[in-house]
Structures are given as C-alpha cells and as structure tokens.
C-alpha cells in the first residue's frame, strides 16, 4: 500500500517545506523549530495558531468557526492550524493581528 503525501509550505518565512502523510495533524508535527507556527492550547480554543491557509482542505466544524469568528471576523481564509488535518498541500502564512 503507498501511503498519500502533501506538502505544506511557509511562503512568507525561510522555513523549508514540510512532506507529511495524508490525515496528519498539523499540532502534532508543527514545531517551533520546523514551522513558524505557535501553538497554545492545542484544542481550539486560544487562538494562538491562527494562520492564514491557502489549499483546498475541509471548512471548519462549528467549533472552530466560533472561535475564528472571534479572532479573524469575515476572513475566509483563517483557520486555527491546531484543528487542521492535511489532505491537500497547503501554504501556511501566520494571521496579522491587527
Ligand atoms: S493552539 Fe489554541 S486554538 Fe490552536
């Protein structure tokens, strides 16, 4: 059986790319090393991981949509990276807080 891979890249940042197999999480292989993501909570709910994703990955559940409604209000493309799981190569770009 081969196993599927995507690649997520960092445009805006020096960081190399980053091969993963399809349906990794995102908060388990980020680290403050490979990406220039920060994670907090890890669950959800801090709004630490906000990033901006270009990609054809799936729309955020419920959840995550309350708390992207709060951080990043009418912007399609946030996303909390700790809720995303990979099935498409992504680029990530770190959310500007106003
Ligand atoms: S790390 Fe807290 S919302 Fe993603």
Redesign the pocket.
Known sequence: MTSQHHTIKFPTTNHQPITLEKHQKL?EHLTIENSPV?????????????VIIKGDIPPPSAEEKE?LEIFAPGNPQAR????IQLTNDIEITIFERK
């Open positions: 908060s920060l994670f907090g909570c890890r669950t959800g709910i801090c709004g630490t991981c906000l708390i909390l990276a700790c809720q």
